[in-house]
């Protein structure tokens, strides 16, 4: 079912495109920036750039947010409105944060204009992201399936981070790091991350209905 923002929904939309598209733009210059330091080309800093489950979440929320207000009357416009593709969106963005400050915080620590890109790709689109959803979730029920659907994405990246990991012999993340952990290591700690994400799905699905009840008490 296809939802139309309202006015103040359609300004939080576009602030939260406008955050996510700008941590976006700045994580793409760095790794450019990188790859240049490095000997290598623009090309190898764009692929390095989208092998992480961080940046294809926000580019998810990026793209959720912007396309229902520029193009709404596409079918883009109208996949990106669906409130199943947005809760989706917004449940992947809470992992990115919630695994960001649970299991990578410590393992390095950026500088400067990093340290700036990983605060908004990892703190400000997420809180933005699940503020947004907290207060414009859809009135419609989202069915009881659909965090279950949702697991869809996290399991195509991990099968796309295992070939490109095969394939470049780089793994984005250490507990996906199968040349380190094994395989077996690999996918117990998959498996836990999409019980993680399971659970995190159906908190965000069960939003909606507490904001429809709250909605119901409040009427006289």
């Not at 620590?109 to 992201?129: I, K, M, N, T």
């Not at 998959?190 to 909606?208: D, E, H, N, T, Y």
Request: charged share 10%; with cysteine; aromatic share 12%.
């Amino acid at each position: 079912m296809q939802t139309k923002p309202h006015p103040l929904d359609r300004k939080m939309l576009a602030a939260l495109a406008v955050v996510a598209w700008s941590a976006l733009l700045l994580q793409l210059y760095l790794s450019i920036e990188l790859a240049f330091s490095n000997g290598r080309g623009a090309l190898h800093g764009t692929l390095a750039f989208l092998a992480y489950f961080t940046v294809l979440t926000n580019l998810f929320v990026a793209l959720s947010a912007t396309l229902p207000l520029v193009a709404g009357a596409t079918p883009p416009g109208r996949f990106f409105a669906k409130p199943e593709v947005l809760g989706c969106a917004i449940t992947s963005i809470v992992m990115v944060g919630a695994g960001y400050h649970l299991l990578l915080r410590n393992a390095w620590s950026p500088q400067g204009l990093q340290l700036l890109a990983d605060y908004l790709l990892h703190y400000v689109v997420p809180l933005c992201a699940l503020a947004y959803w907290v207060v414009f979730a859809p009135r419609t029920r989202l069915g009881t399936l659909a965090p279950l659907a949702w697991c869809i994405y996290p399991v195509g990246y991990i099968i796309y981070a295992l070939i490109r990991g095969e394939l470049t012999g780089m793994y984005p993340y250490y507990f996906i790091d199968v040349a380190k952990l094994g395989f077996a290591k690999v996918l117990a700690n998959s498996v836990a991350m999409l019980v993680a994400f399971l659970l995190v799905g159906m908190a965000v699905r069960f939003i909606p209905v507490l904001r429809g009840a709250a909605r119901s008490t409040a009427e006289p």
